[in-house]
């Protein structure tokens, strides 16, 4: 469960530790090691990168010698941060923030948990190259996995070992970043010679991360371990999504993390909500009701509830007519006494081919424009006919700019695969379609 993030130092012995020997610390380097506080860092990090520090808080922090670097360990339901000062000393600022975001995502990924894969020295190399292509490169420590980057081989002094991490070094140099744990470690695993140098070589001294003991939990310590970790980092994402402060959490990640720790509703309950929400009651004055104030001498009150909805259709390639047949199968399923009427929209909305759907109906063919995608022409839209509709539903892909805050309901049903460009504004809903991705 041990994630060491830099250089380890060896003896050079052999092919399993081809680096050249390195000489013990220096005085110095012990001196700004006794000296070394890793407080003041975790308050920077609360202030640059709130969501770390918030899944920090769950770790008891240890210094220790034992490691050559830094790492977590969860046991039960403790998950403890070791660091060594005399690496910690060593780096820079940046590089310290860098190195506790790293140990956060290994926590955050299950790495330490459920997601482990053998062989490990394969899975310890995939795990790090997936992390580290999520933080920003000037702050990880020097060393390290990066996908697109050769390993540093000048200190192998064993050219047959050299010939081999070479190859190895190869291949990372030709990964793309941004990819899963799972991504890498099937590419390791593709090519025999790899996965042989690399277990042969334990890994190689110079540029792996030793998490030994990863996965060793029964599975009952498992799912404990998990769920104090999941309500931690739902408190954390509600946290950054409240305050706004993300820090260097990428979109894509924000929305991962959401993921991660929602409780799965069905998409079309949640349009059903919204529409049901967007009702309003009617009141009629009727003969045959009786007055409770003044009975039988003024007429009673009748009252009902019902919706008009618009629907604006996006008429970009990527939303297809199955997505809008998934769509009305879900609004086929409402009340009789909501009423929608539907608008084609591209870089405009056609009032022309607006068409009048009721439950029962069958889904309309809506192919009429064929432009880019504008949501402010939407909302404009909207606007002016605010007093005809109580809400409004957008059936898109979602690529497009952001087009600010609505006075009015808004719902954003996104296609299947696809994502919201920007981030929704407070009141909006946002739903995610379930089902093939469009063309």
Same mark, same amino acid.
């Given at each position: ?28 380097? *012990? =001196?700004?090691?006794?000296?070394? %506080?890793? &407080? #003041?860092? /975790? ?65 955050? *990924? =299950?790495?330490?948990?459920?997601? %482990?894969? &053998? #062989?490990? /020295? ?42 081999q991490w070479q190859k190895v070094s190869d291949l990372i140099e030709s990964f793309p970043k941004n990819k ?7 590419? *390791? ?251």
């Open positions: 469960m041990k994630t060491l993030n830099a250089v380890k130092t060896s003896t050079g012995t052999g092919t399993s530790a081809p680096t050249s020997p390195v000489a013990g610390p220096t005085e110095e380097e *012990l =001196k700004r090691a006794a000296e070394f %506080k890793l &407080d #003041p860092y /975790l308050v920077r990090l609360l202030i640059d990168e709130p969501f770390f520090s918030t899944i920090l808080r769950l770790t008891t922090k240890v210094r220790t010698s034992d490691l050559p670097t830094a790492g977590v360990t969860v046991k039960g339901d403790v998950f403890t941060l070791y660091w060594n000062p005399l690496f910690t000393s060593s780096l820079k600022k940046k590089q310290v923030k860098g190195l506790m975001k790293h140990e956060c995502y290994h926590l955050i *990924l =299950k790495h330490c948990t459920s997601r %482990k894969q &053998d #062989p490990h /020295l394969l899975w310890n190399i995939a795990t790090d190259l997936a992390i580290n292509s999520i933080i920003p490169r000037d702050e990880l420590p020097d060393g390290g996995l990066y996908p697109g980057e050769a390993l540093d081989l000048s200190k192998c002094v064993d050219p047959v070992a050299k010939a899963s744990s799972e991504w890498y470690m099937e590419r *390791l695993l593709e090519d025999e010679d790899i996965r042989k140098i690399i277990e042969e070589g334990n890994g190689g001294d110079f540029v792996i991360d030793d998490h030994d003991g990863w996965g060793d939990l029964t599975d009952e310590e498992r799912q404990v371990a998990e769920g104090k970790l999941r309500q931690h980092l739902r408190d954390a994402v509600k946290r950054a999504d409240s305050s706004g402060q993300w820090g260097s959490v990428t979109g894509e990640m924000r929305e991962e993390l959401r993921q991660m720790v929602s409780d799965r509703i069905d998409w079309k309950r949640i349009i059903q909500n919204f529409v049901g929400n967007s009702q309003r009651a009617n009141k009629a004055r009727t003969h045959r009701r009786v007055n409770r104030k003044y009975p039988y001498i003024h007429p009673g009150v009748r009252r009902g509830h019902s919706a008009a909805v618009a629907v604006y259709m996006d008429q970009s390639g990527s939303v297809g007519d199955d997505n809008i047949e998934l769509l009305f199968a879900c609004l086929n399923q409402l009340g009789r006494k909501v009423s929608f009427t539907l608008f084609p929209f591209d870089y405009s909305v056609n009032d022309e081919a607006a068409i009048k759907w009721r439950k029962g109906d069958k889904a309309p063919p809506i192919r009429t424009n064929c432009g880019g995608t504008n949501f402010h022409a939407v909302e404009k839209h909207i606007q002016d006919h605010s007093g005809e509709f109580d809400g409004h539903i957008i059936l898109t892909d979602g690529e497009a700019s952001d087009p600010g805050p609505s006075r009015k309901r808004r719902c954003w049903v996104i296609v299947p695969g696809r994502k919201l460009m920007f981030e929704p504004h407070a009141s909006d809903i946002v739903v995610e379609m379930e089902g093939e991705p469009g063309m």
